[in-house]
């Protein structure tokens, strides 16, 4: 192996003392990334761009990273810090953009930024006034989780100790920057990941149960991406619409294709989903069309649990609003619903309750009334909350009295 | 709106056609690439195809031509199976030798009726090539292992073992002569003949085989399952379909119709398993079929059919001075150019159909 030559002994000097003969297989991951970063100085970069470069370090990691970035600039580079953690970002940047929806919001110098201010701008000011319910929330237990851990091996597992119930009649909104931890949360809940804790479905204990068995006993699932776990884009409609459904739609061990494609069209009707008919592949679809029949083919299996993750993403407003009108509806015929989104216009639409995840954990429980987007944004990027009258931690979560 | 709708209602057909029309013109492209290759090494294309007609077309052949396809058939459809879950069974070759060996040998085992005795030994080869597919099942599921990779080795494996269990255990030399074979069956375990001496029944078992194929793979619930595992295993396992065992019963299928590839020879015409008297190849040849009929069933026959028809002329071929070797140039060819015209040509489909249907849509008035 060649040895290092002057400019990289100079990257060397980057408060980093990594011995140069070592497997990156045999460094940890804040050492890896130390690698990756040297990397690309040592090709001559001077932009650098981070994109949330903090996920996967400890807090020392994160204050040596910050440091070194810190020396980058004073040599000239520049840095773009991607992230969505508010102390992280105020700490270490001369300037903050603020995105949202795929816009920059505002500009702002940090020592001329209060948190909280940026908090807002995160999520927005001008967030709807929760929609009233009309009928109560049961008083059954539909959905219960407790101490969901995902078991992965090696590295931090994205859901740790999750807890909550949903209610009949009731929407629980999982609310949180996208990546912490929600799709993860659902593919346990499903059983399609290994994880420890209990799965409760209708009060059946589904923790050692396969997802067809918990699909059976009540679940069903409006996935985070449709091309990739809702929809077989090259098969035709009735074909997607039969997918988990096919044994409802089978007989002697055949599938019996007229009553599988009568029950596409019901989708197609009921959904009102734009299409030439039944027959078309998928991929001919727009987006929210393909959306509605992926919403119609899980309500239409009469689900007692519905775990909707971001069920309007990409999609325009009509599609949009008919499909929480489907949601809200099934919540008004006693359906439990777990409604997973990064979308706070749509949690605030729609929820009963609202849950935070930061890091693979609850990190705290709102009711829709108390949830103003200072609060959201203060919770979804982390940080704590001094307004104690309007926020219940939720159990087992310290996020409000750690003040 | 009325017309769009049963316009589209055939869309199905539609691509259905498209697939067959492209096929066919991609083994037109693939004639005149080989007719350039015929050209450059100084032959008369026009020659050896017209020989390649005169030959294929004679009414013997032709029964040649179904002889050699049987095999073909059933090797197809074994790779198919696995293509259908993107598994790539690469062993039915070690999967229809083993079984070959085990079926001839455990028929001489037993005495039964005709039919009995027949129905038999295509179980016993059924259950051996799925046997050794289990092999491979098993890795992968319990120890993630490629299937590609483990049933290529599985290939070597039997070919060492079947050699070793023939030499040591199954060998017999009571008939003397230098082809050596297992014991040679009774009357009762030949399978009849359609055309005497020319085509036997197994023509008729491989394309019942296909027939099964077409049900359980495109008509149950099963094989629904089993598709829509190969089209978007994410969805399929996010909607509960347990992706191992899917895996598991594909490739099990799979061994047990690759277990049949080598009967029309053990139960028709050596009467026996033997080095020299069962052919070997058929494996692989499957594979080119399998691609070449689109996994279909109808595409599967007409592959077959047509490989078999260009193996059945070769042997005319050298004797008229037309190299034999330009059949096995044309076939492969022929597999490529197809593969890619087809492929090509779906995708353009694919492209005006989305297109076409989002115009109507657009011109379409909807409340939204």
């Not at chain 1, 060397?12 to 460094?27: A, C, Q, R």
């Not at chain 1, 203060?378 to 909350?385: A, I």
């Not at chain 2, 078992?205 to 049900?215: G, S, T």
């Not at chain 2, 020299?276 to 109808?298: E, S």
Request: glycine share 8%; proline share 4%; charged share 20%.
């Amino acid at each position: 192996m060649a040895r290092p030559d002057g400019r990289f002994r100079r990257l060397l000097l980057l408060g980093t003392n990594i011995d140069l003969d070592l497997k990156v297989s045999e460094l940890g991951v804040g050492q890896r990334q130390r690698v990756e970063i040297l990397k690309v100085l040592y090709r001559g970069a001077n932009i650098l761009i981070l994109d949330e470069p903090t996920a996967v370090l400890v807090p020392q990691e994160v204050d040596e990273l910050f440091i070194n970035l810190r020396q980058l600039v004073t040599q000239g580079a520049t840095v773009l810090f991607i992230s969505h953690k508010l102390d992280e970002v105020l700490a270490v940047s001369d300037r903050i953009t603020v995105m949202r929806h795929g816009t920059t919001v505002a500009t702002v110098v940090p020592s001329e930024v209060h948190r909280l201010t940026l908090a807002e701008l995160m999520v927005g000011s001008d967030l709807p006034a929760p929609t009233a319910r009309v009928i109560a929330i049961g008083k059954n237990e539909r959905l219960v989780v407790r101490d969901l851990t995902l078991i992965v091996e090696g590295k931090k597992s994205p859901v740790q100790n999750v807890s909550f119930a949903v209610y009949e009649g009731e929407i629980v909104g999982i609310a949180g920057v996208e990546g912490n931890g929600q799709f993860e949360l659902c593919a346990a809940i499903l059983g399609l990941e290994k994880s420890t804790g209990v799965v409760e479905v209708c009060g059946r204990d589904m923790t050692h149960s396969s997802t067809r068995e918990r699909l059976d006993a009540g679940i069903a699932y409006i996935p985070f991406d449709r091309h990739r776990e809702g929809l077989m884009l090259n098969s035709s409609l009735w074909e997607n619409a039969l997918l988990g459904r096919e044994e409802r739609f089978s007989h002697a061990l055949l599938i019996n294709r007229s009553a599988a494609k009568q029950a596409c069209r019901e989708i197609i009707e009921r959904f009102d989903v734009m299409t030439p008919s039944d027959t078309v592949p998928a991929f001919v679809l727009s987006g929210g069309n393909q959306q509605k029949l992926v919403v119609g083919r899980s309500l239409s299996v009469g689900p007692s649990v519905l775990i909707a993750a971001h069920p309007t993403r990409g999609i325009d407003v009509g599609a949009q609003a008919a499909i929480w009108d489907e949601i809200r509806i099934a919540r008004d015929n006693g359906m439990a619903v777990l409604l997973v989104s990064a979308d706070l216009e749509e949690i605030l639409a729609l929820s009963d309750r609202i849950l935070i995840i930061f890091d693979g954990r609850i990190s705290a429980e709102l009711a829709p009334e108390d949830a103003d987007p200072q609060i959201l944004g203060t919770f979804m990027t982390g940080g704590r909350v001094s307004l104690l009258t309007m926020v219940k931690p939720a159990v087992g979560v310290s996020a409000a009295q750690d003040l | 709106m009325k017309s769009g709708s049963l316009r589209n209602a055939f869309s199905g057909a539609r691509s259905s056609l498209v697939a067959l029309g492209s096929s066919i013109g991609g083994i037109f492209i693939a004639l005149i690439i080989c007719a350039g290759l015929l050209l450059i090494t100084g032959k008369d294309p026009l020659r050896a195809y017209s020989k390649i007609l005169e030959t294929g077309l004679d009414g013997q052949k032709l029964l040649e031509m179904l002889k050699r396809a049987t095999p073909l058939m059933l090797s197809a459809t074994a790779v198919a199976v696995g293509f259908k879950l993107n598994l790539f069974n690469i062993g039915v070759e070690g999967q229809y030798l083993f079984a070959a060996l085990i079926a001839a040998e455990m028929g001489t085992h037993v005495s039964l009726p005709a039919p009995v005795h027949v129905a038999f030994i295509l179980l016993v080869a059924m259950v051996a090539g799925a046997a050794w597919a289990s092999i491979a099942a098993l890795l992968k599921v319990v120890r993630g292992v490629n299937e590609v990779i483990s049933t290529i080795m599985l290939n070597f494996i039997a070919l060492s073992f079947i050699q070793w269990l023939f030499e040591n255990f199954f060998r017999d030399d009571s008939d003397g002569g230098l082809n050596v074979k297992t014991t040679v069956l009774a009357r009762s375990a030949r399978m009849p003949d359609l055309v005497a001496g020319r085509l036997n029944a197994m023509f008729l078992v491989a394309l019942l085989a296909v027939a099964v194929y077409w049900v359980v793979i495109f008509k149950s619930r099963f094989g629904f399952q089993l598709r829509a595992s190969g089209l978007n295993p994410n969805a399929a396992r996010t909607s509960g379909i347990p992706a191992k065992r899917m895996a598991v019963t594909a490739l099990l299928i799979s061994g047990s119709i690759a277990g049949l590839v080598a009967m029309p020879y053990v139960l028709g015409e050596a009467f026996a398993y033997g080095p020299n008297a069962t052919p070997t190849q058929l494996g692989f040849a499957g594979i080119a079929v399998a691609l070449l009929g689109r996994n279909h069933p109808v595409g599967i026959i007409g592959a077959a059919l047509l490989f078999g028809f260009l193996d059945s002329t070769s042997a005319e071929l050298q004797l008229s001075g037309v190299p034999s070797s330009i059949v096995k140039v044309i076939q492969a060819i022929i597999v490529l150019t197809v593969v890619i015209v087809n492929e090509a040509s779906m995708r353009m489909f694919n492209k005006r159909t989305a297109e076409r249907t989002a115009a109507k849509l657009k011109t379409a008035s909807f409340p939204i």
